[in-house]
Structures are given as C-alpha cells and as structure tokens.
C-alpha cells in the first residue's frame, strides 16, 4: 500500500520503486471508484530545501508556502473571519493534533529534540497518508528525491526500450522476478549520476546540501551541479542535434555560436583594417590586434525568480 511504501522510504531510506508504482502519481485526479482516495499535493518542494524556518523562505517559496505558515495563518484568521487557509495544508501549531492530510512544522534534525531555532532546525513536511495511522514526517528534500528517482527511472525506461538487449535490461528484468519481502526493487537506476541547472538566486549552502541529498546516489557518484544561465548558455551554443548523413559535412553551429563567430570575425577585420591603415601613416609594420571578446549577457525570467549573468 502508499502507506507503507512512503513508511519504509522514509524509515530505511530505500524502496523508491514501491514508492513510484504504489504511492506516487503523474495525475491530480483520483480514483474515481474509490471516494476515499486522496491525493495529497505537496507544492514544488525543491523551494524549501533546507530552509531552517518559514520566516527564512525566499520569494519564491512565499509565494508558493507564504499562507500556509504559522504567521500569516494566524494573522489571517484575527484579522478576517472567513480564514483563506487551505484545509489540505495548514501550518502545525505548538501541541496541536494533526488531522489534516499535509501540513508543514519545524522539526530538529535528529527528529527528537526540539527546535532550537538554530542551524539544525528544519522546515519538514507532515503527511497524513492514513487516518488511522500517525502523521509521517518528509523532509523537503526527500519528497525531491522521489521527484529525482521518477526522472531517473523514467531515463532508465526509454533506454531499455531503444536497447532492449542491453546490461541494464537484464538488470531491471532479474529485479522485477524480486526476491522476499521486495528485496529486489529494481532501485538500479538510482545509481544514474544526475545534473541541475540551479538558478543564481537559489544558490544557498543549504540549498545546495539539501540537493546534493536529494540525488541519492549510492555508487559515490554526486550530481553535477551548474549555474542555470550558463547551462543555458552551453545548451544554445550546442548545435542542433541531428543525424548526418554518411561522409556529409559537420552539422552547421547553433545560431548563438553562428552569430558570435560572425561577429568576433567581423570586429577582427574592422580592427586590422585599421590598424594597417594606421601602420602605413606611421610607416611601420602593422601589429597583430587583439581579437575581439563579445559580452554576453544571459538573462532569464521565471516564475520562481529573475536571475542575470555575464
């Protein structure tokens, strides 16, 4: 069941397979022939990864958690009768019980001790995954871990279906024959190395922890971390992708790297064509110009964020 699977991920930190085929989904609606199914929505979490507190969280997690958090709730409810809080995600109070499917509290990091209202405090998530049952506490970064681990297997999917006869083919099919108690999960593809594009703005130390937890990788392999506007600015000068014909000439460059060679070679002709004409008054030789360095200014535009680099 969901219950169990989130239960075992979250206790032993394994079991990302049963947690994609029995807990998580790609969709927003539920069963329609179970009226009790819920579905339970947790609003892009890589916001508030690693964030100590609520009052610490950026523009963009303020504006996805902003009205959710004790303050605000609470501002909200003496200032206004009629409450704008969400019943399916509502800040946790002090002593109060949790009846709501997601709700969102401060937690020490050994899951223990109190807060302190220090570095080992953190922003978690409580999930109410059955009634009957205690609430279980997510860390942010372990809710992107799941989003990680759906990417990965979904990488892992495509590349058995374009090479079915390959090594890790075989590893996913002796994986779903399984061994006792889901021993095997064919948790393979958790070994892929991942890479993000992280924005400037978010660019925090503990964000950057939090991530770098969040990838999940146990063959020693850490994620491969970059500047979002310069990975896109690799990306655009990338040519097109594209299958050449055989004794065909290199793909033509992108229209990023056209239009700067065309331009670096324009600026280095105007540059030597003067300096000759400079060197002939002068009667000297002419000497070698310094090539051309166009500036390049990325900037990009998000809901999240504004984020300009040079």
């Not at 947790?42 to 902003?66: C, E, H, V, W």
């Not at 759906?150 to 495509?158: A, G, I, T």
């Not at 969040?214 to 392999?221: L, N, T």
């Not at 300096?275 to 310094?290: G, H, I, N, T």
């Amino acid at each position: 069941t969901a219950y169990k699977a989130v239960k075992r991920f979250l206790t032993k930190g394994e079991g990302h397979d049963d947690v994609l085929t029995n807990a998580m989904s790609s969709s927003s609606s539920t069963d329609d022939n179970n009226e009790s199914a819920t579905t339970i929505v947790i609003p892009r979490p890589q916001l508030i990864m690693g964030t100590r507190k609520p009052s610490d969280f950026n523009a963009a997690a303020k504006s996805a958690y902003g009205k959710y958090t004790p303050n605000s709730s609470s501002s909200s409810q003496s200032n206004n009768n009629n409450s704008t809080t969400s019943p399916q995600l509502i800040a946790e109070e002090d002593g109060a019980t949790n009846t709501t499917p997601l709700s969102i509290k401060t937690i020490a990091m050994d899951g223990i001790s109190a807060p302190n209202g220090d570095d080992f405090d953190r922003v978690a998530l409580s999930l109410k995954l059955n009634s009957k049952k205690k609430a279980m506490t997510i860390l942010p970064e372990e809710a992107v871990g799941l989003l990680i681990a759906q990417v990965k297997k979904s990488v892992r999917d495509e590349f058995v279906k374009d090479f079915p006869e390959s090594d890790l083919a075989n590893d996913g099919n002796n994986a779903a024959v399984g061994g006792e108690d889901g021993e095997e999960e064919g948790d393979s593809y958790m070994d892929f190395p991942p890479a993000f594009a992280i924005p400037g703005w978010a660019t925090l130390d503990s964000t950057v922890e939090a991530l770098i937890d969040a990838a999940g990788s146990s063959s020693g392999c850490g994620p491969s971390l970059h500047q979002r506007s310069i990975a896109a600015c690799v990306g655009a000068l990338v040519p097109p992708v594209g299958k050449a014909a055989q004794g065909a000439a290199a793909p033509a460059g992108s229209k990023l790297q056209q239009l700067l060679s065309e331009t670096m070679q324009s600026k280095d002709a105007a540059a030597a064509k003067e300096e000759a004409k400079e060197a002939a008054l002068a009667r000297r030789d002419p000497a070698e110009v310094d090539p051309f360095v166009p500036l390049v200014l990325l900037v990009g535009v998000t809901n999240e964020g504004i984020e300009m680099t040079a």
